[in-house]
């Protein structure tokens, strides 16, 4: 994780949670848009959680964020031909 967002995190987030029910963090700014924009972050170390981190890190899954990250057009027909 970027460490300049790991220090916004530990500021804005409490220590403990007083619900039982475990908040996340929005980390992407574009929530009502479908874009590319999670393996960006990933790229840069703007991820939240573990797996954030370890995608754009591991041999097998590096070239998939990084081209994602690079090609938003190359992830929506990535993405379509799943289906």
């Not at 097998?60 to 027909?77: G, H, I, L, N, W």
Request: charged share 20%; with cysteine.
């Amino acid at each position: 994780m970027d460490p300049g967002l790991e220090s916004i995190l530990r500021l804005s987030c409490p220590l403990g949670s007083l619900t039982p029910n475990t908040s996340f963090v929005l980390n992407d700014p574009t929530p009502f848009v479908f874009d590319n924009l999670y393996y960006t972050n990933a790229v840069i170390g703007g991820g939240i959680l573990r797996i954030d981190a370890e995608l754009p890190s591991d041999p097998r899954t590096a070239p998939f964020v990084e081209r994602f990250a690079a090609d938003q057009d190359s992830f929506f027909r990535a993405l379509s031909s799943a289906f």
